[in-house]
């Protein structure tokens, strides 16, 4: 059972954030906020370590950055006496990852994260295909499926994305006292 920690917010670079868990080295890793970029797509799932490590609200810089798929799914890990990365254990809840060493959230909240991000990933990519007109499903032009695509975008941008976020950022959220 790991240790887990206080569900604590922050602000870094004008974005808040949300402490997800400690690396066994004591690096605290943060969840930014979800974003609308470019215009057409949720930003979200952004991991991010800061220069500042107890205080990222100070912070000069970031340390790293990578994606929320880095604690789920099929692990890499590089194998020094082949010299590439090899695959390695499959796993489903974010809670056992081995990169993080301790947690705000219990292994019952690890598994609705692990599931409202890849329902995440999932309506992300989809939005994606939508965007990109008539989603690449069809090349017949009989099929005139255009509308029913935007309004899938919409949906899916407007409505269910926004869902998921939240309650995603309401499981990272301290409770008020």
């Given at each position: 059972m790991k240790n887990v920690l206080k569900k604590k917010t922050s602000f870094a670079f004008r974005r808040k954030i949300y402490l997800l868990g400690q690396d066994e080295d004591g690096i605290n890793c943060w969840l930014e906020e979800p974003k609308w970029d470019c215009g057409w797509y949720w930003g979200f799932?952004?991991?991010?370590?800061?220069?500042?490590?107890?205080?990222?609200?100070?912070?000069?810089?970031?340390?790293?950055?990578?994606?929320?798929?880095?604690?789920?799914?099929?692990?890499?890990e590089y194998d020094y006496n082949k010299g590439c990365f090899v695959k390695g254990e499959y796993i489903n809840n974010?809670?056992?990852?081995?990169?993080?060493?301790?947690?705000?959230?219990?292994?019952?909240?690890?598994?609705?994260?692990?599931?409202l991000f890849k329902q995440f990933y999932l309506f992300q990519e989809m939005a994606k295909l939508?965007?990109?007109?008539?989603?690449?499903?069809s090349t017949v032009k009989e099929a005139k499926h255009d509308e029913d695509i935007k309004g899938w975008y919409e949906s899916i941008n407007k409505q269910i994305i926004p869902r998921i976020t939240a309650e995603i950022l309401k499981?990272?959220?301290?409770?008020?006292?």
């Open positions: 799932g952004y991991i991010i370590t800061y220069t500042n490590n107890r205080s990222p609200h100070l912070a000069k810089d970031m340390n790293s950055h990578s994606h929320f798929s880095v604690f789920v799914g099929e692990q890499e974010v809670y056992d990852s081995p990169k993080l060493a301790k947690t705000v959230f219990d292994e019952n909240e690890g598994w609705k994260l692990s599931e939508c965007h990109c007109g008539s989603a690449g499903i499981i990272l959220t301290p409770e008020n006292k």
